[in-house]
């Protein structure tokens, strides 16, 4: 007989795993059985977790379902900025997007890429921190993964960015030190190409909630060094163009 789904023990054992720095299989989970259930999972940790900012992440699903998870911790590294170190914590350099005016759920034409954009009041430069309870992450189950709050454990916002940058991030030069090491060197590339994709993808996501992309939110968009493990603690310098952002990742 398959064990019973509950949304409250999986988030509780989330919660616990995150506090000790442990991973546990996939295996050793009763794993949500559809989106449903994995968003209310996400939605008990977001609780526990005390999570009030305002930031989101937004991605897809295998199966091109839009989705989002809250960031936390969120600090802005004007205010000085120390992001907890955990084993197997990655790092993503990536673009953030304020919205000046919402963007309702819309029942009949999709939103345009132009239509967003024209919704954004402010672009910053980012970095998210990445490490999941779950061992393999989403490679076994997404669904679970995303119940984790799509692995988020930390994001930085930067420095504020000109708004043109949404369709010009592509290939701007980007370089990331860690601990004094050249961790990525080359030229900045959304998995997607396209900076905007997700964000499009889940504006026009009838299923989202109602209190989703309102005026205010600060929406991530995804990597643009890809995820890069970061083996030890220490200063994170990011130059991406001409604009920087430095933090630190210290042992919690």
Partial sequence: ???????????????????????????????PADLHQ?????????????????????????????VTAPLHPYAEAVSGADIPWYPGLKFETEIAVRLGKDLPIRVGAPYS??????????????????????????????????????????????????????????????????AGRTIHDGPAQHPKRDVLTWLVDYANDGLRPDTSLKAGALITTGTLSGAIELAEPGMIDILFGDARLSFSVSKA
Wanted: negative net charge; without cysteine.
């Fill in 1 to 31: 007989m398959t064990e019973a789904f509950d949304p409250r023990a999986l988030a509780a054992r989330l919660h616990s795993l995150h506090q000790a720095g442990r991973q546990e299989e996939t295996a050793t989970f009763t794993p």
């Fill in 113 to 178: 890429r132009a239509e967003v954009v024209e919704a954004i009041s402010a672009v910053y430069l980012g970095a998210e921190l990445l490490v999941s309870a779950v061992k393999e992450s989403g490679s076994v189950s997404f669904l679970l993964f995303l119940a984790d709050r799509l692995g988020n454990s930390g994001y930085v916002l930067g420095p504020k960015l000109d708004n043109s940058v949404v369709d010009s991030a592509g290939g701007t030069p980007l370089k990331v030190t860690h």
């Fill in 38 to 66: 994995a968003m209310e999972a996400q939605n008990f940790l977001t609780a526990v977790d005390g999570i009030s900012s305002n930031a989101w992440k937004v991605t897809v699903s295998p199966q091109r379902q839009a």
